[in-house]
């Protein structure tokens, strides 16, 4: 069932304002209204990005990274979070 790209659209605009809500009205490191919502953009997003693609063969310079990538990443390259340093010019 293919998905109209207008509709995905509406719906990943309607996250990311979701979203911006939830920011604007955290509550504290961890809040989980924000991290719903943060799943929630991602989520719009890859529908809409495959509903593009299907209509269109058309994709985004977007990409939605997974956490459990980016720390499986971290740990074959021997990077630790912690040994990282922010140098200013």
Known sequence: MS?????????????LEEHLIAASNRRGDGD??????FFAVA?????????IYEAYSEVTPLQVFDDEED????EE?????????IVED
């Open 32 to 37: 989980p209204a924000v991290e719903a919502a």
């Open 3 to 15: 998905i109209d790209p207008r509709v995905a659209l509406q719906s990943l605009t309607t996250a």
């Open 71 to 74: 720390e499986d990443e971290d």
């Open 77 to 85: 390259s021997g990077v630790d979070d912690e040994d990282l340093e």
């Open 43 to 51: 989520d719009a997003f890859e529908v809409y990005e495959d509903a």
